[in-house]
Every structure is written in structure tokens, then in C-alpha cells.
């Protein structure tokens, strides 16, 4: 997609499902270094191996719904039609390791117009979910989008 949806493009039946992503070792490690995730949860393989309840390395959940977003960014979805992200609220349901793969389920949940006029804010629920279909994490963002009316001005 070279450029995402205008404001009026939102419709009751607008839905997009993202492309899978894998949850590599190294984006975890480095994740975690960048953000100091110190906790031996995510540092320390040995403790992780011994730990009844960890499977294998686990991906902090602030690293999935950055890769959950980046997904829908590398689609194009806000590409010169977003203006800025206003809010998510995330939910973390089930915990996602090194080696799942991840996609971002869209679906439209509501929008209002700004008191101006090139602008909206748009409302959408996500369920990202991983490999099994399972889902992982669930979350509302809300968005200003361009409206057709600011293509119009410019142009």
C-alpha cells in the first residue's frame, strides 16, 4: 500500500489482517538491552531453562505490540494519512517466545471528525495473534487521520 486510508476510507466493514512476522532471538535481545529489561525472565537462559513456567525465551509484551504496530506501518495503513498515534491500550494474554510468528488482525471500531475539518480520529480493535491462530494480545488504538479534505487544500 504506497499510502494508508483517508478518515472517510473507515468504514463499519474495514477490516486488514497484517502479514506474519517472526519473533526472532536477536530483535529480543536487542529489544531488551535497548529498554533495560534487566529481569532474569528475559536475561538469564539458565534460569528460563530451569523455570517450570517459561517454555523457552519469552518476548517482553512491549516488544510484540511494537512489532504488532510495525507491522501495520511497514503495510502503509497510516503512510501520509496518519498525523499522529493518540492512544493503545494493550492487553498481554498470552505469552509470546522466540521462534512464533505474530500478525496483526484490524478491525474498525469507530470514528469521529476533529473541529478541523483536514482531520479525524480514528478508533480501531486489534487481536494480534500468533502462529496457532491463538490470540496473544489484544488492543484499541485511537489515531488522527487525514481527511480528504487536507489532499484538497494542498493540492
Not at 510495525?70 to 503512510?79: F, P
Not at 501520509?80 to 494493550?90: K, N, S, V
Amino acid at each position: 500500500m504506497k499510502e494508508g486510508l483517508y478518515f472517510e476510507e473507515y468504514a463499519e466493514d474495514w477490516t486488514y489482517q497484517s502479514a506474519y512476522c517472526d519473533v526472532t532471538e536477536e530483535g529480543v535481545a536487542n529489544f531488551v538491552e535497548l529498554h533495560g529489561f534487566t529481569s532474569p525472565t528475559y536475561t538469564d537462559m539458565n534460569y528460563v531453562k530451569s523455570s517450570r513456567e517459561y517454555g523457552g525465551r519469552m518476548a517482553p509484551g512491549l516488544h510484540v505490540l511494537s512489532l504488532a504496530e510495525g507491522l501495520l506501518l511497514h503495510a502503509g495503513l497510516t503512510t501520509r494519512r496518519g498525523i499522529f498515534l493518540m492512544e493503545l491500550t494493550p492487553r498481554f494474554l498470552k505469552p509470546v517466545f522466540v521462534g512464533d510468528a505474530i500478525a496483526n488482525r484490524v478491525r474498525f471500531k469507530s470514528k469521529r471528525l476533529t473541529s478541523k475539518p483536514d482531520r479525524g480520529v480514528v478508533m480501531t480493535d486489534h487481536e494480534v495473534i500468533n502462529w496457532k491462530e491463538e490470540i496473544v494480545l489484544s488492543y484499541t488504538s485511537t489515531r488522527m487521520i487525514r481527511t480528504r479534505q487536507y489532499r484538497d487544500e494542498a493540492a
